[in-house]
T-cell receptor, first 118, second 109 residues
């Protein structure tokens, strides 16, 4: 059973370009979380999605950022018109159930996508 | 902010010594989890402790939970150089998991 797959692992973009980060959750997992991490810092929550639904996007900037988790295919975090401040590691995590639905809520993380904006 | 807080922020010890990291949180929880992150890698789940548990062991790891003080501690016994990593506590709040800033542990050979 493959783990959470994120790609690309490294992405370089120039200011104003678009960045698309993909996350394929573990098989059977329908809950996906996206986090952002700056060097030497903790994880900042961005968005929580269930298949075809955004459950909580309170941590995601309203402009330039969007996320989706379609019925088929990976979850995608999209950053339009990137700026230097978007440079960070973006981590995706998945779980089979929402905490409280019979699952303690252990998260399974991907290896991250490191975005560098020149 | 409901962000948890780990302390110390950084800890440096010699191989063979024990390492203790603390986590404080701000709300009622069903469980609290500890994760480890090696440099440049994703987070790996270490251990989960439920709110009705006071202590839990897993190999060289010992986790305690004091819900009255809203705090948890992670003890790594007989540390090894391979334990060098950042350690994070997390809990589910609202609609997502809240992570603290982490403790960066360095185990010197």
């Amino acid at each position: 059973n493959a783990g959470v797959m994120q790609n690309p692992r490294h992405l370089v973009r120039r200011r104003g370009q678009e960045a698309r980060l993909r996350c394929s959750p573990m098989k059977g997992h329908s809950h996906v979380y996206w986090y952002r991490q700056l060097p030497e810092e903790g994880l900042k929550f961005m968005v929580y999605l269930q298949k075809e639904n955004i459950i909580d996007e309170s941590g995601m900037p309203k402009e330039r950022f969007s996320a989706e988790f379609p019925k088929e295919g990976p979850s995608i975090l999209r950053i339009q018109q990137v700026v230097r401040g978007d440079s960070a590691a973006y981590f995706c995590a998945s779980s089979p159930l929402r905490p409280g639905q019979g699952s303690p809520g252990e998260l399974f993380f991907g290896e991250g996508s490191r975005l560098t904006v020149l | 902010s409901q962000q948890g807080e780990e302390d110390p922020q950084a800890l440096s010890i010699q191989e063979g010594e024990n390492a203790t990291m603390n986590c404080s949180y701000k709300t009622s929880i069903n469980n609290l989890q500890w994760y480890r992150q090696n440099s440049g890698r994703g987070l790996v789940h270490l251990i989960l402790i439920r709110s009705n548990e006071r202590e839990k062991h897993s190999g060289r790891l010992r986790v305690t939970l004091d819900t009255s003080k809203k705090s948890s501690s992670l003890l790594i016994t007989a540390s090894r150089a391979a334990d060098t990593a950042s350690y994070f506590c997390t809990y589910f709040y609202g609609q997502n998991f809240v992570f603290g800033p982490g403790t960066r542990l360095s185990v010197l050979p």
